[in-house]
């Protein structure tokens, strides 16, 4: 046995429960990197399940080799297997993915595009601010609340004029969110 993993093993009886907590989610890493060819086969198998848990499980190694399955589900039929995408990428905030998240903005499906929107405020990157303003002046509520609160975690101070205007929003949720937010975007 490797060993990497003898010590690991003897940790999970550590008094800790992080030391525990820690030991368990290395173990499990590793056994996904030596079945990191097996993940993609399930991945690629067509079986729905096994499509889902092979890209919850490509977030949690987050390796190169897992970016291409993860961006070629964006443009899957299935609208579950699009949002797991989404939500996977979003967790990883890979640089290189951006581009083919930002497309999931213009999605048919209303969950997706503010899956995308919630995937895109984890990058931290203040140019993507304007790809999501747009969002703002959007007929559905959860999408502009989605779009109101990735602009917050981006610290989009342009859009904050958009942002002002919510505050005159017939909806009391809209207004609660736009201020929430006007107080977390700094400078």
């Known amino acids: 046995m490797d060993t990497r993993k003898e010590a690991l093993i003897r940790l999970l009886q550590d008094p800790n429960e992080d030391v525990r907590e820690s030991a368990a989610d290395a173990l499990e890493r590793l056994e996904g990197l030596a079945n990191l060819d097996a ?17 919850y ?5 987050h390796v190169e080799e897992s970016l291409p399955p993860l961006i070629h589900a964006l443009d899957d039929e ?9 939500r996977v990428l979003g967790e990883m905030a890979e640089p290189r993915t951006l581009p083919a998240i930002l497309l ?15 995937a ?23 999408l502009v609340i989605a779009a109101l ?4 975690k981006l610290n989009a ?4 004029p958009e942002i002002i205007k ?22």
């Open 149 to 152: 609160n990735a602009l917050g």
């Open 78 to 86: 299935a609208e579950d297997i699009r949002a797991a995408a989404l």
């Open 166 to 187: 919510l505050l005159e929003s017939q909806d009391p949720d809209l207004r609660k969110t736009a201020a929430m937010v006007l107080g977390q975007i700094q400078g």
């Open 57 to 61: 499980a490509f977030g949690k190694l």
């Open 104 to 118: 999931k903005l213009k999605d048919t499906s209303l969950t997706i595009q503010a899956m995308a929107v919630e």
């Open 39 to 55: 993940l993609l086969e399930h991945y690629r198998s067509g079986d729905k399940p096994t499509t889902l848990k092979a890209i």
């Open 120 to 142: 895109l405020g984890n990058f931290k990157n203040p140019n993507i601010g304007p790809h999501i303003m747009p969002l703002l002046k959007s007929e559905n509520k959860y």
């Open 157 to 160: 101070r342009d859009a904050l």
